[in-house]
């Protein structure tokens, strides 16, 4: 059988990829097929990280925009990423993956705060390790929390798993003639303030070396495909 192409990934699922058509709130059968694949990586030996988003409920800058303190509702929106990360742990559980929560504001009762030892060794036990809260810290998105958690533990990609299936020229859905890109470098993403990460998450998985694939979670089977070296969305690397 053949290999898995990447060893140890950091799995990014925006919060609005979990609510499926609904936008708002989780979609049980959009999580249950994701979990379904994240236990077919496991069983072939690949170690998971995830970092999800918490759009799906609450996203600090845009929900708070304007009406509330910055940093407010950036803590509001790290704590919406954490009723998401408990809702993968438990879907996982239900098919016997083992799971830990780690955040990095610290919640005892629920999570254990992260550490990255204790992170890399839940991986190389094969436990599927989901990080929330982002960083710990407002005025960076769980995109750049994807990034510095990648590097941390030394992830081999980041999987971005969003609601697009690829990085376009433009937006596809406002102009027809979007071109997409099969492979693009990370000083073409910011140079051309393309959609794929901000600014800072791109900066720091560019200065970390870490490829970021960015594809489409419509068919969860596609985290599958791009661990076994698939050409499935865009990938954002060094050189073309």
């Not at 609510?19 to 979609?27: E, N, V």
């Not at 049980?28 to 409920?57: P, R």
């Not at 990255?116 to 036990?125: E, N, P, V, Y």
């Not at 998985?205 to 791009?226: C, E, G, T, W, Y």
Request: with cysteine; net charge negative.
């Amino acid at each position: 059988m053949k290999e898995p192409k990447y060893k140890r990934v950091l799995l990014k699922i925006s919060g609005e990829a979990l609510a499926g058509d609904k936008h708002r709130g989780l979609d049980f059968d959009v999580m249950g097929n994701v979990c379904d694949v994240v236990k077919q990586c496991v069983e072939l030996g690949v170690q998971v990280g995830i970092v999800v988003g918490g759009g799906n409920f609450w996203r600090g800058v845009k929900d708070g925009g304007g009406k509330m303190e910055r940093t407010r509702a950036d803590h509001m929106g790290m704590l919406a990423t954490v009723i998401n990360a408990l809702a993968l742990a438990d879907c996982l559980e239900q098919r016997n993956v083992e799971v830990r929560v780690q955040t990095a504001i610290e919640m005892n009762k629920i999570a254990e705060p992260y550490i990255r030892g204790k992170a890399i060794r839940h991986l190389q036990k094969g436990r599927v390790v989901v990080f929330g809260c982002g960083t710990g810290n407002p005025y960076f998105s769980t995109d750049t929390g994807a990034v510095l958690r990648a590097a941390e533990i030394e992830a081999d990609a980041i999987l971005l798993a969003k609601n697009v299936d690829g990085v376009y020229s433009a937006d596809p859905a406002v102009d027809p003639c979007a071109q997409k890109f099969d492979s693009i470098t990370y000083d073409q993403v910011l140079a051309q303030h393309l959609a794929v990460m901000d600014s800072t998450a791109t900066s720091l998985s560019m200065d970390n070396h870490i490829p970021i694939v960015l594809f489409a979670l419509k068919d969860p089977q596609n985290i599958l495909r791009v661990i076994m070296g698939e050409q499935i969305g865009t990938i954002v690397k060094e050189d073309n």
